[in-house]
């Protein structure tokens, strides 16, 4: 029996042995499976995500940026033109939502809805920003960007004599005589978030509208084709659409200040140079403590109607000369913007896409070519 006992006894250790052992190998196991676990986590916290996992330019030549805005491979997304303007005063607008893009960032005046009899009082569509939700598309095009009427896609600030008796300038537009709804203005900036601004709206049909308006309060309208408001704020509107027009033919406006008992008038007018024909566009006058207004204007060229991407910016053509303040000639300088393709807001959304040079060949003159990339 003790031989038997202990014949049963060995057995009986050896599985026991034996189960150790398997149960070591696993807690080995779970332990390894658990260390590498750990560790190639550690390793995945440690290596940065790929910003631009994949180009879907198979070119090469353009990928989204990590802003998520579409911008050409090797240009930084806050580089700009060497030759662009430097910003002036805060524009005095009534649409304070809307900022300039960075590298066109020089401020412009009110804007005004020419499509009425007179511009109407309400520019709602200024005050959105389509840029807001814009999404990098596959390649850097304008009209995979969103926008709304009106865009500024043009602008630059100089200096001017603010209290003037007599500002003048002329204009010939040599810009495709197919091409509508643009606006060739003329900003001057108050001294207390006022302003002024004339200009012509050509259109296809030999018609042309014409702009002299105030925006401020304490204004006063004078002539039969003003009334008071001005962009759904205080102020004067002044305007007519019938001026006979002609493709390259040359301009003059004018704008003239004189003291009566209750303040200062300003009266518009406009000569056309070939008929030698004036009409005047408007007068109001402001309260005898606006003296004048700030030294410096605003030039700006803008598509205030059809704008339903920026791929509908034209390409535009303009000259200006005689630009003067009491027969003092405005100097202006020469330079150059290369399209960026990144989007601003509000009347500023476009204003990048449009490759465009500014040439100021003497005093008072300055050309304006513009190439709408595509």
Not at 147 to 170: D, K, R, V
Not at 231 to 253: E, H, P, Q
């Amino acid at each position: 029996m003790r031989k038997q006992l202990m014949h049963n006894h060995k057995p009986h250790a050896v599985i026991e042995t034996r189960k150790a052992v398997q149960a070591r190998h696993r807690t080995q196991a779970l332990i390894v499976t658990f260390v590498t676990a750990a560790a190639l986590m550690f390793l995945f916290l440690l290596v940065p995500a790929d910003p631009h996992p994949a180009c879907p330019d198979t070119s090469g030549l353009k990928c989204p940026s990590t802003s998520g805005l579409a911008v050409e491979t090797g240009v930084p997304a806050s580089s700009t033109s060497s030759s662009q303007p430097s910003a002036p005063l805060p524009p005095p607008t009534s649409h304070p939502s809307s900022t300039p893009p960075e590298s066109t960032r020089t401020g412009t005046g009110p804007i005004e809805n020419p499509e009425a009899d007179v511009p109407s009082e309400d520019a709602t569509a200024a005050e959105s920003n389509p840029a807001a939700s814009f999404t990098a598309p596959a390649a850097n095009e304008p009209s995979f960007i969103p926008a709304s009427s009106p865009q500024h896609f043009i602008n630059f600030t100089y200096s001017a004599p603010g209290n003037f008796t007599t500002f003048e300038y002329a204009i010939k537009v040599d810009t495709n005589s197919n091409v509508d709804n643009i606006y060739y203005s003329q900003y001057f900036y108050g001294n207390d978030h006022n302003g002024f601004y004339s200009g012509l709206q050509p259109h296809p049909n030999g018609k042309a509208g014409v702009r002299f308006s105030y925006f401020g309060n304490g204004a006063t309208p004078l002539d039969a084709h003003c009334r008071a408001g001005a962009d759904g704020g205080s102020g004067v509107t002044c305007g007519a659409n019938d001026l006979i027009y002609a493709t390259g033919r040359t301009y003059i406006f004018r704008t003239i200040r004189s003291r009566d008992s209750q303040g200062f008038r300003y009266t518009g007018t406009i000569t056309d140079s070939t008929t030698e024909v004036t009409r005047t566009i408007g007068a109001w006058r402001v309260p005898a403590d606006v003296v004048g207004f700030s030294n410096a204007a605003n030039a700006f060229i803008e598509k205030f109607s059809g704008v339903n991407n920026c791929g509908d910016t034209p390409s535009v053509a303009v000259s200006y000369s005689g630009v003067q303040a009491d027969s003092q000639m405005i100097q202006f300088r020469s330079f150059s913007q290369k399209a960026a393709y990144r989007p601003g807001s509000g009347i500023y959304t476009c204003g990048n896409v449009s490759n465009y040079s500014i040439t100021a060949s003497q005093p008072g003159r300055y050309t304006v070519i513009s190439s709408a990339s595509r």
